[in-house]
């Protein structure tokens, strides 16, 4: 099955969204929970897996199926197919601040692996699979490295990343050493591994975890400066752990002075 050939435009600066031109038959499909908007004249369809070509038959649509709930996705995705006499548009919006990146896998040898939350949407016609980590190194302490999505096909496919984005060139021989839940997406001749940090205080004390995900060219790869884990923890160490108001707003003062003036005035004459 030949890759639709959409046209598209990213909006926004920190909260993006794709927004994908379909002529009359085109088709893209989305991740579950991404859409945006659409044109009246789009149809939706849900599937097991992709979509993709190769999943003929029951069995195939449960393969691919399978193959998503590994990597923690929905054991679904929407195709967004325009049934119209005109072009039509459907947008596709970004989970978390960052950046939209649009994939031509045609251009990077027909894959690419990227992290398992990384995928936005894509042309109909790309196939969605799992990569699994040869080493056993990367299994046990990869963390967010282990389970990666694999995209593969000569279409266009968009895929997200949290914060700021940084695209790396690396020559043969060239190693680049990275947070494992910093890194958006390689191309397959990328040689990925883990390593550890190599001193027991730095390990212990240093706040940046005990592995390394070091990535070794020739090749391309995709970084992103706020991996939507480093988000979340943060996220989740501010907020008031027993209800009401967090311990750390205002000053200390002001929360002594409260809870004194809070005794003097609350109506007890005793």
């Not at 679904?76 to 601040?97: D, L, M, W």
């Not at 699979?129 to 995209?151: D, R, W």
Request: glycine share 18%; aromatic share 10%.
């Amino acid at each position: 099955m030949a890759m639709d050939v959409v046209d598209y435009e990213i909006k926004g600066s920190e909260m993006q969204f794709v927004e994908v031109e379909l002529d009359p038959g085109e088709a893209a499909v989305g991740e579950a929970g991404s859409l945006f908007f659409m044109d009246a004249g789009i149809s939706m369809d849900t599937v097991f897996g992709d979509g993709s070509a190769n999943q003929g038959g029951f069995f195939g649509k449960l393969l691919g199926a399978g193959k998503r709930l590994v990597t923690g996705e929905s054991l679904f995705t929407t195709i967004y197919t325009n049934n119209a006499s005109q072009k039509q548009k459907v947008a596709f919006g970004a989970p978390y601040p960052g950046k939209i990146l649009p994939m031509e896998l045609g251009k990077l040898g027909g894959m690419l692996i990227c992290q398992k939350d990384a995928f936005l949407c894509a042309a109909r016609g790309v196939s969605l699979g799992i990569a699994l980590q040869q080493k056993l190194s990367v299994g046990f302490f990869g963390g967010e490295g282990f389970i990666m999505q694999k995209l593969e096909g000569d279409g266009l496919a968009f895929v997200h990343a949290g914060g700021t984005c940084v695209k790396r060139e690396l020559a043969p021989g060239q190693t680049l050493m990275v947070d494992t839940g910093c890194v958006v997406g390689y191309t397959p001749n990328v040689n990925f591994e883990i390593q550890y940090v190599g001193k027991i205080k730095t390990a212990l004390f240093g706040g940046e975890g005990l592995f390394f995900a070091k990535l070794t060219g020739p090749g391309t790869v995709w970084l992103q400066s706020l991996p939507f884990s480093r988000l979340a923890s943060r996220v989740f160490a501010a907020a008031p752990q027993g209800g009401g108001r967090s311990r750390e707003e205002g000053s200390v003062l002001g929360s002594i002075g409260g809870g004194v003036l809070g005794g003097i005035f609350s109506g007890d004459d005793d």
